[in-house]
């Protein structure tokens, strides 16, 4: 296997493009054969070299001459051509053996189903082929099957007809009007159930909508097909977009590396994020389902109209889709909360990406394997750079923006710069040093010093940025931050600014525009010192050092207008507190837990004006994700102690106030999905965790009566995991339970294995997991399995960097044991090595033992290897 990088220095346009392609496919029980004639053409003098992998060549033709093997030449990546005419037809026949395709890219069978995922570089397993996402082409399909297994045959874009073979077989024919790259070309030939519904678009155009899955599951559907409906509304409403085919289909497979795939006009989705109802989803697979939908449909214009030049590009399409599924799932739900949730998974996840041996930019300038550029970083912190284009140029100006990124790129292949300058022109902003975000790594820190004059009436803010080293890069130029901002006054009153450096968006937000490496802001005509309430929402991804005195803490935590930073006073206050605790905890002495802060939360759990989903996001306390990154060692032991030890100070002093609360919203309308009644149902079982953690028997009935008479799968599964991380005599039977009621159903049993590898209190976790491997529920091959059993305790800090245990050496062993078969699932899971660095000397060098075991491995894959050897320099 070739290990090298690429760079993105090295891009040069393409030598050859594609102006149609004819794919016929034939497929059968145990081959498949692919004819490819491509219409092609010179762009650029020199050889042609096709990409293809894993290939079975049958022939080659050139308009319609068969070549002779000394015509090309063979390597293990591509075909190569020496000698071919300006513009030719080009034919080529493949075969494949998608039954035995266990790395689920390019064709492969789950279930019984012929199904396809060539986003990144899958397309190159099917045929020869330009597979880089530059070479945009018209696609013409058919598929030929045997009638009675496969009466199903889909691809991109128009049905043109089926035709009946009448040797049992049939034909379908496809055409896709659009041009695309072959990284968006979908087959689907199955058995498949489906539901149809319509939209009418705003130029009142009938689409066909549809969503495929196993027979019988179909009923499972419909949230799937809601949400559909409501993400073409939105993107009509919010960005003037259209959808520009007459058929729309959603297919949901039980084996998918990732969680959904936005091929043209034919989306492929893991069944995890399409099948839900009341009975087998919770409240959050409702959410999560509606957001994916969305974004998938969304990748239409974002992604698929324009789509990138090359895959360093990546988080033009990721980071913008990302940036609009969470602007469509905060029009659905509530704004505030949603931020909340989404800040909360960017700090866990890309934060720690940031500050560890993977580290790269949101547009990075090289890799080894590009399967691995799908991060939380191109995603999840594409996606705030984004937010801060538009926090600049206010709501109007971003959507001035977007309507000029579509006129002037629809149809193109373009740069991450293409979309900043679309932005930032006819909003007249010089974004030259705002692409800093695209290009340096790491989480910047921002540290801020207050000072009032009161003799003057002035207030002064001192911002002074910084950037941790990341690899590669040691140093850093300053960012342009905007750091959303406003000031309050001892009653809790927004005071109007007086400060010539301040802007004011088309929103009238406040923004400190930071691009020095350290300003001032002067605030006048103040006649005491006012409240400062800083990174507003959330504005810029960044970590604040702030040395504000408890009291502010406390007083923006009740006051703050702004409702994303009364919960990050919490949570700085929670994060305040558990330092302490756990420096306690390493010096094995008392834990001490702060009266104020317990006195606060029994505060909040009585304020009845408060909206319940906010408040349950208030009674959270810091994740242990988020304890490893402020803490220099990562102490699981002390950060345990420290989390149970405040969790339980909070329900020993507030019982009666929890089971109140409990009381007033368990079985209040069960089966609702009202967004209201998932607030209360997210504040009431979150009462019962803080209850079940006193270990109080008569809790813990309370916890099994809900496991028993549940009516949804958000309380089953509350309970459940209550139950799963406990030594009540109740946890066997209602884990055995749960499997006699679910065992047939892999979406289902995957929460069972998760609720069981995510226990804390339990000490044997890591038994339980190995366990469960063997479980006849187990598939290693699943990738769901896998993710939900294996890649759930790698990230479960506690009780994997458990020092009694060695579950690392297991874990290395899982990823040896995957990685040969399927190595972008062995690479999701290498992330758990990611805190190395921050281990105790004994546990490092445990971990170190498993990780250069791993890389000595000669046939490891470059998509493992890539991420794992980072951790060794
Ligand atoms: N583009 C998809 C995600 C996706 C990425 C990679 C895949 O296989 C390697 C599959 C899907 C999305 O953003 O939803
Ligand atoms: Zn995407």
Redesign the pocket.
Known sequence: MKQEKIYLKDYKSPAFTVDSVNLDFNLNEDFCRVVAKSQVRRVHPGEMRLNGEELKLISIKINGQQLNADQYQITEEELIVPSVPDSFTLEIETELQPQNNTSL?GLYKSNGIFCT?C??QGFRKITYFFDRPDVMTSYSVTIEADKAKYPVLLSNGDRIKIEDLGNGRHKAFWQDPHKKPCYLFALVAGDLGVIRDTFTTMNGRKVNLEVYAAHGKQERCWHAMDSLKKSMKWDEEVFGLEYDLNDYMIVAIDDF??????NKGLNIFNSRLVLADSNSATDVDFHSIESVVA??YF?NYTGNRVTLRDWFQLSLK?GL?VFRDQEFSADMTDRGVQRIEDVDALRAGQFAEDAGPNAHPVRPESCMAV?NF?TMTIYEKGSEVIRMMQTIVGRKGFRKGMDEYFKRHDGQAVTTEDFAAAISNPNNKDFTQFRRWYNQSGTPVVSVQENFDAAKGEFHVTLEQSCPPTPGQPTKEPFHIPLMMGLLDKSGKELSLSCDKITVNTDGKNLMELKEQKETFVFKGLKERPVLSVLREFSAPVNLRWEASENDLYFLMQNDTDSFNRREMAQKLGLRLFKKMIQQARAKETLKVDDRFITTMTAILADESMDPAFKAKMLQLPSYAVLAQEEAVLDAEAFYQARTTLRKAIAAANRAQLLNIYRKYHGVEPKSREPKVFGHRALKNQALAYLADLHDPEIMEIVNKQYWDAQNMTDRMTAMSILADSDSAHREKALQNFYEEWKNDSVVINKWFTAQATTTSRKQVLEDVKALTKHPAFNITNPNNVYSLLRAFGANLVRFNDPNTNAYEFYADKILEIDPKNP?VAARLCAAFNFVSKLEPAMKEKALTQIKRMVAVESLSKNSRELLQSALT
């Open positions: 890219e995922q986003e990144a590396n990732a969680g959904a795939m936005e974004h998938e990748h990721e889709t399967d799908f972008q």
